[in-house]
């Protein structure tokens, strides 16, 4: 039992029965991952370079396009040759900008001892968000609600691995789209005292966000701290929008980091090439993150991309590739180049349910990002169904899979070798080693042991109801559920973020219509 | 449709159905991969040495013990400090003996067009054995028969990233285990022409299959040509047993490679710390494979092992732990340190049917045995719940698997990286690529599209019947096991070969007993 849950039970008592179940939970967050392997590099430096060179290429021949007057007036002003909405990027131009994104920073959560340190070898691991569907506590498929928003953000709050309830998980469809960012905000701020990511489904969607924040964090805070990340996506090939470009002027104007994340389905709004593709989605992040620098000099910001194959078959997006991986080792060795952190995608798959087909598509995509050197490893837990829904049972099994993830990138420890050696002199050969005292006092660090995983011999699993992964991890979840305790927001602050949102409720008319973003 | 197909369809007609069946399934051998991606390598040169060191000092100190007593003379007339049935090896004794291990050969199968370079930056994927259960063809687990042997011959045959048919992939339950290495050997060799592995349950089994390859490949073209394999577990900690040692030697004398894989429970059979575990593991390893070249001087020799951790709470094997991915990247240093080839084991997992957990499991595992850069890449099909069962289903979604991880190995194209940067201004902001004559020549080179996964929309996935993997995989093996056709034996031979069985089925005792091995 871990200090973190001592604490919570000493502190506010409740019945016996939740306390003895809290008591057998570990809740505690891990630090912000520090990886110690060594990222897999594909390329070598005048690969990289070509790589540099095409992307440089086509931001100064064929241009971006921006579709939004400000940013045109912006980039006339800072000096680039614009051509109707088409943008033109001197090469020069775009290294002196992107300079000025600071390689690291801190990532702040209401809880200071939840603040995560970003960028180099640091990995944080953020859940899946813009679900239209969920499957649920009975693994039934249907439209979510603000309740399973909580349920998500909740969980989210007690994983370890999960360094952030990110946003809208689930979009909580019993709420119209034009007040649901309110919601979606005020539910990861209450329900966690983790980081949390910002809507940006417009600019002045994106201001109330900002608006949130500066109530929880407080406003000259916000001036030099990130206090949320929001996600601005591009529309392969090479065309930013009004939507995103104007959610991006509201977070970097206060300082706050956004996600330049191209979005893109490989063969489809890409070359049908792993290197052309690349090159065309650093072209596209580059645009975005010199844009970032443009509105506000030395705001923080990600290198991002969302990142598919379609099939040629059906047209659908593919996940698990062997070129989504080999992308993703690319992008992190541009990034590390141009000396910006940079965001990824975990977990991606098409599966219509948890079965294999999703543990694969999983694991592999999260084998291949950590391998990558991701800072901003989104869409950690509970992605399937190629995003469509966001499942309660694998967002419990992600989660671990992530703590497993974390243990592999920490790399070797050899802090006990030498006792460990002397352990095989005392067993020698033939011997048993459980009963040793080296084993018996270093066995739970040594080696971990997954909970989602049933490893018991098959008569034990029919023996306790032949249960499949699916059927075990609700029952976590439900537990989860169960000892959930609320970190308490400041009454005061409570307070005045409900009298936003309300003020803000009766503002804006209740137009519907959907908005997702990746 | 690939030349193979259409030779083998053109040479042997059959009726239009059948033949129309296999022309749209491609059953064409992958060559031995190839990897470009550097192997993951957590340690520096120190530490690589910090392991040799602690393994010489076992093996100096410690010591091993080869429980049979031929092996002990010979250790005795090489030189070693035999004490008993302890054996203490000098560390130069080892360097000395280890060093006329052959860096790389050709596995050689009875159709040369499926010969394989071995060692070095080359990778094979061998499927599972060993299982004394199977998930059959309606996902029924049950005992196997020697036709549900034949069938897995049949699918390794078929599926093109299998590389090997291995051996017992199931134990052919229903003859007797006295006869068993026999039908098994023989299955291996008639359904398919791609290499297959030797049975080692004992030396005189092991003379018996050596027997059965003299006849197919030639007395004399095995002394100079490896064309088999055979695995030989140590006794993890620091014990060689007569049954193994005998079957080595029966190897060694004929020039065939053996597998020498120390059977690890990380924390069971090894210290609880990921180097010392790793440290005791290489000494087992060293010690076999220096036992091979005092029976025979440069013949060739694997390093093995057999690899998990084990649950602390059931005393159960895990897999897909991070501790596992750690420990094949050092032992990957390690065998490169001292340039022999490598084995490990792929795609292992405890779940109990082929559910998500199944599907980390295998991911995870795949992922990290590429980046480790196996040579020899073991139970690369089928296995599930702890090695106890084969499941049909697994087996061809874990062969795709293989492809995927094949491609992904192989690492970047960049040789139409000029023609797809010219799509890209040819297509432009906002456009299209799937028109673009580029995209339509190259697609399907560029980027892998899995057949067994499904990334179909939710509704097109219901109106096909809602099929999850494990179903839409059983078809598909239905489907190879219709259209299979055998690539015949020369008729002496398998008259020579079904005689030697008979001969030795009359003179060997039918009694009963189970052996598997890892």
Redesign the interface.
Known sequence: MNAAVLEKIGKRGGRGARRQARSTINTTMLPALRR???P????DGD?IE?IDR?SM??LE?????FRDEQALADWKAAGADVRGE?VHLDRNLVRELIASIPESFTYHARNPANNLPFGNDHSIFVPMTGAPFLRDLEDK?RMPTLDDLANFHKLAYMLPALHSTAHHIVEPMDHVVAHRHLRITYSSMKHSDKTFMGMTTSGRNAEDVMEMCAILFGEEFMENHAVTTGNCNG?S???WDEAMLSAMRAFCRRNQPVLCSPFVL????????????V??LNAEALSGLAYTQVVRKGCPAIYGHYLS???????????????I??MN??IGQMARYYRVPWRTSNTLG???????????????T???VL?AGANYIWHSAGWN??G?HCSMA?FV?DAE?CA?????AE????D??DE??A???D????????G?P??QA???E?????D???????E??IAEG?Q???ERALKHARRLLEVYEEPKLDDAVDEALRDYIARREREIPAVDALNTEH
Chains 1, 2 share one sequence.
């Not at 497993?404 to 592999?408: A, H, N, P, T």
């Not at 790399?411 to 050899?414: D, F, K, L, N």
């Not at 067993?427 to 459980?434: A, N, T």
């Not at 040594?446 to 997954?450: I, L």
């Open positions: 110690k392997l060594s897999v590099e594909p390329m690969q070509r095409a290429d086509i021949e064929v241009g971006v396009v088409r498929r529309n090939p090479l065309v490989g063969g489809a709004n890409t070359p049908a090439s792993v290197p052309a593709a090159a065309q194959t379609v099939s040629m078959k059906s047209g659908a997006p593919m996940a698990g590739t062997p070129e991986a080999l080792f690319m098409g599966a219509k349910t948890f079965d294999a087909q999703a543990g694969y598509e999983s694991a592999s999260m084998m291949a391998m169904e190629a469509m694998k099994v899979q497993m993830g974390y243990r592999m790399g070797i420890h050899w006990d070798f460990a050696l352990a095989v002199r067993v020698g050969p033939g011997g048993h080693y459980l040793h080296h084993t270093r066995f739970q040594a080696f971990f042991m997954p989602r995983f049933d490893n018991n011999s098959v034990q699993w032949s499949e992964i699916t």
